[in-house]
């Protein structure tokens, strides 16, 4: 059995509207993949930053998966949520990464966008609070049409990650 | 050379060495003038510390005066480990602390970041972070009594259970280098740089 070894951080988020965020992230990947060690989702700390743009995370993942083949690829989508003075969150980014497939260590700016409603749901949304939200979270990385979606870019997710694989050559697979 | 790759995978070699030597370089904490730093080791049931201390302490450090303000401590990690499996890869945990004004000592600031997964030389930034009180009120209490917040076991920084409830505020960097070399991965099956492809030629 060929295996994946993903284990790094969700290092921090930057180029937000605010700096105060925390992040939720979730790892998804194709039927041939078995997870065998670590937690495939997880919330990171709130990051409300003493100077400068960049908030930031210090959360590890550290995931071990075993493969049958390369479909379905394992990869990590994120939300990025703004914690503002009185203990709200409101969705400010959604995005999604793939973890990489060659071996090594991977910084990654995975940028993330957020849905735009209409301008009366923007104006409300800055008095009473609460971004707008996907009603269906999976088309931040699933292969759907996304015709019908309107949306404005958020900031970007960094990551740190390094990919460790055992037995690809063995099969005959190069990354 | 496959050979003696080839050996090593037949004498059923079932553990791999994680050797790490560098050093914590310096802090910038401008806000702070006496620092001084502890560091720990987090790390899956895999794996083992064979040499290497289980926890440091550094030397007490003055912001520099010029404009850097800088800690500099050049404070030595050296450590090797062996293990069975790549999970659970070891973290390093440093705390820094201070005194405050009456004289106790107090969290500044923790930092976490995981030891090198690749052989070579690397130079790492990594933010410094310090919980806040979760109510206004605490916080003030806390001031008053001088009880800051911090993590009762600062381990938990190597996990991700648990994190979401806790809220932070960064506020300086930490600068490091390690030198990693690794022992029997490549026997193990495990690619850990690009462009190794050495089992198909070992199979031969």
Request: net charge negative.
């Amino acid at each position: 059995m060929a295996e994946v070894h993903v284990i790094g951080q969700i290092v921090g988020a930057s180029e937000f509207p605010e700096n105060d965020l925390f992040c939720k992230w979730e790892a998804h990947f194709g039927p041939a993949w078995k997870r065998l060690q670590g937690e495939v989702s997880g919330q990171t700390q709130v990051d409300c930053p003493a100077s400068g743009e960049m908030a930031y995370f210090a959360h590890p993942i550290d995931l071990h998966f075993a493969t049958r083949g390369l479909q379905g690829w394992p990869k990590l989508h994120f939300e990025v949520f703004h914690y503002d003075w009185a203990g709200r969150s409101s969705l400010v980014g959604y995005g999604f990464a793939h973890v990489p497939s060659q071996p090594g260590l991977h910084k990654i700016d995975c940028v993330t966008w957020r849905p735009t409603g209409s301008f009366m749901d923007e104006v409300s949304s800055k008095f009473v609070g609460g971004g707008i939200q996907l009603k269906r979270p999976d088309l931040v990385y699933e292969l759907h049409d996304r015709r019908n979606v309107h949306s404005t870019a958020g900031g970007k997710v960094h990551l740190e990650l390094s990919v460790i694989l055992r037995n690809f050559d063995k099969f005959g697979v190069e990354c | 050379n496959f050979q003696a790759i080839q050996m090593a995978a037949e004498a059923g070699a079932s553990s791999f060495m994680l050797n790490v030597c560098g050093q914590i370089e310096s802090v910038e904490l401008p806000h702070y003038d006496y620092i001084f730093l502890i560091y720990q080791f987090v790390h899956g049931d895999d794996w083992e510390r064979v040499l290497g201390l289980e926890e440091g302490v550094s030397q007490l450090s003055s912001k520099s005066a010029d404009v850097r303000g800088l800690h500099a401590f050049a404070f030595p990690v050296e450590v090797t480990f062996k293990s069975t499996n790549p999970h659970g890869w070891p973290q390093l945990v440093v705390t820094a602390l201070g005194t405050d004004i009456w004289g106790n000592q107090v969290v500044r600031g923790y930092s976490v970041c995981h030891l090198p997964m690749q052989p070579g030389r690397v130079t790492k930034r990594v933010p410094l972070f310090a919980p806040q009180s979760s109510s206004l009120m605490s916080k003030l209490q806390g001031l008053m009594q001088s009880e800051h917040p911090l993590y009762t076991d600062p381990k938990i920084l190597g996990q991700g259970q648990g994190r979401q409830v806790t809220r932070v505020r960064s506020l300086g960097q930490m600068t490091l280098n390690f030198s990693t070399s690794m022992k029997n991965t490549r026997a193990l099956g495990y690619q850990l740089l690009p462009g190794e492809n050495f089992g198909a030629a070992a199979a031969m």
